[in-house]
């Protein structure tokens, strides 16, 4: 069973939250604020915290920041009452996954936890596989159905970042550090003409494709 660290200063809100996730078969951890919440998870193993960012002692962004640390695959939903875009932004480049905008549907938060759970163990994986698309990280080979494809090197780590969670919006700040490294001193516009290829190379492939998010970054998106 998945334990949920909720980090939320409003004791109702936090009640109400712990409710719904306890209804759906989650345990739960607790916390008041940031630095609370940091030493619940020192000694508690947590596999996936939602954090508010309005917080007193430690806010929501310092939090996140400090778990993506410690655990650089720890699912992370935000929990807040604003939703102007450049706080999402900061959020996702802070490493947050998923972003939940005050008031909010119990169901709908449930719903994205569990989501995020199985996006993390996707992620973590080796091999991805959607559609008619596997993607073998170890070999560095793609199929299509019967048929074995050849993308270069970073082609084929910005499909593996984005198809190992399906649905997350990156930032070109976050998938330049995550695929290009740090120290890259190029353009963030490459992001577009490696998504731009991409596109191209899988124009006639039914079940996906990879979105724009104006003014955030790119997700890949899964169909039926």
């Not at 699912?75 to 947050?96: C, H, I, Q, S, Y």
Request: glycine share 8%.
């Amino acid at each position: 069973m998945s334990t949920i660290l909720v980090a939320d200063d409003d004791a109702n809100i936090r009640e109400l939250v712990c409710l719904f996730l306890r209804n759906d078969g989650f345990e739960i951890a607790e916390a008041a604020d940031g630095k609370e919440a940091l030493a619940v998870y020192a000694s508690t193993h947590i596999d996936l915290a939602v954090i508010d960012i309005m917080m007193p002692i430690m806010d929501g962004w310092t939090l996140c920041k400090e778990l993506r640390r410690a655990n650089p695959d720890l699912p992370l939903l935000m929990l807040t009452a604003r939703g102007e875009t450049w706080e999402k932004v900061k959020g996702f480049e802070l490493g947050a996954d998923d972003y939940l905008t005050k008031p909010f549907d119990p169901l709908e938060l449930t719903a994205r936890v569990r989501t995020l759970l199985k996006r993390y163990r996707i992620g973590s994986s080796q091999s991805i596989q959607f559609c008619n698309i596997i993607l073998d990280r170890q070999t560095y080979k793609v199929m299509r159905g019967g048929e074995s494809l050849t993308l270069p090197l970073k082609e084929f780590e910005l499909l593996y970042k984005l198809a190992g969670t399906p649905g997350q919006v990156y930032t070109r700040g976050q998938l330049i550090d995550q695929i290009w490294g740090i120290d890259y001193a190029g353009d963030d516009r490459t992001i577009d003409v490696h998504v731009k290829r991409l596109r191209e190379r899988f124009a006639t492939t039914p079940g996906f494709r990879i979105e724009t998010v104006r003014g955030l970054g790119y997700r890949l998106e899964v169909y039926e």
